[in-house]
């Protein structure tokens, strides 16, 4: 293996011990305690880890976390009623709603409604729209993970080619606005489903993003010698193993740098969430993002 491993985990520790002192500082300056409300519906199991690891990382950082577990058939309007509570609510700062919902529930009214200054998930498309226009609020959390994780490395992307795969809303669509934000300045092509002889777009790429859900997509003959991977994607195998979209021992071969699966881009989700509600909390009180 040849390829510098992008350690997201250790990361993670690092940033999230940053985001505990600037919490206590909040607290002891103004006065002010960050909090987070998480809505979670149904008994999905995977949405249930989730839920529960973003409260104890919040929890952990000395933010308020409350959790809002509702029965698998609430209903659009019950749901819509906790989220406009949560939007008045003066002690939360971050609203989540974690998805998928049930099949019976629209996510897309439920995202409109949430307070743009609370939006930390950064899924209404409004905030989304900002960030396309180049005057962004609230970054996605698993892109501004990417994000991080290249700006820690020293992998700079003025001017590199970027090719990310996938361009869900969640992911490849506001990763690519990033990208090509000034300051930034990436020249970005977003690669899917459709996107003809995948292989020859990737083997452009100073850096590589893979976030397709499609485990072992892109193997050693799809990445340039030296190129920076970023492996989004977590699949299941049959066994129960957590697996990216990137065939990591092939690919490590050949590349300059890359994430692992797990340990790579996961934990950075989870403190970019933190990120977030901590912006969140300080640009209520008008107080300086940063
Ligand atoms: P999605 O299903 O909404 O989107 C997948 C995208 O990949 C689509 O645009 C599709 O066109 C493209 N795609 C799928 N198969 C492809 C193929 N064979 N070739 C080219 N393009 C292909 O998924 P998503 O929500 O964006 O998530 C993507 C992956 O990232 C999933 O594995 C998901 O679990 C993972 N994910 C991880 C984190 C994390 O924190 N690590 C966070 C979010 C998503």
């Known amino acids: 293996m040849s390829a510098r491993i992008l350690d997201g985990k250790e990361l993670a520790t ?4 940053r985001i505990t002192d600037d919490v206590a500082r909040l607290r002891a300056e103004h006065d002010v305690v960050p909090g987070l409300a998480a809505v979670l519906v149904g008994s999905d199991p995977a949405s249930q880890v989730y839920v529960g690891m973003k409260h104890r990382a919040c929890e952990a950082a000395g933010m308020v976390s409350r959790q809002i577990e509702l029965a698998e058939d609430t209903s659009q309007e019950d749901l819509e009623r906790v989220v406009s509570e ?3 609510d003066e002690e939360i700062d ?3 709603v974690q998805l998928p919902l049930p099949d019976h529930l629209d996510p ?4 409109e409604l949430i307070s743009l200054d609370k939006d930390v998930d950064a899924l209404n498309p409004y905030t989304a729209g900002r960030l396309a226009v180049g005057d962004p609020t609230f970054f996605s959390c698993t892109p501004y993970g990417v994000l991080e994780i290249l700006a820690d490395a020293e992998i700079d992307t003025a001017g590199a080619e970027v090719v990310i795969v996938g361009r869900s809303n969640l992911v490849g669509r506001p990763l690519s606005n990033m990208l090509t934000l000034k300051g930034r300045d990436a020249t970005v092509t977003v690669a899917h489903s459709r996107t003809r002889d995948l292989a020859a777009v990737c083997r452009r790429a100073d850096v590589l993003v893979a976030a397709a859900g499609s485990a072992g997509l892109v193997t050693a003959d799809m990445v340039r010698e030296g190129a920076t991977v970023i492996d989004v994607g977590t699949n299941r195998t049959d066994e129960g193993k957590l697996i990216g979209d990137v065939d990591f021992d092939g690919v490590a071969e050949v590349a300059g740098a890359i994430t692992p699966v797990p340990g790579g881009v996961g934990p950075m989700t989870v403190t970019m969430l933190l990120q977030n509600t901590l ?3 300080r640009v209520r009180r008008g107080l300086p993002r940063r």
């Open 14 to 17: 690092r940033v999230r011990a």
């Open 279 to 281: 912006e969140a909390a």
């Open 108 to 111: 897309q009214p439920v995202q």
């Open 86 to 88: 949560l939007n008045d």
């Open 94 to 96: 971050g609203i989540l």
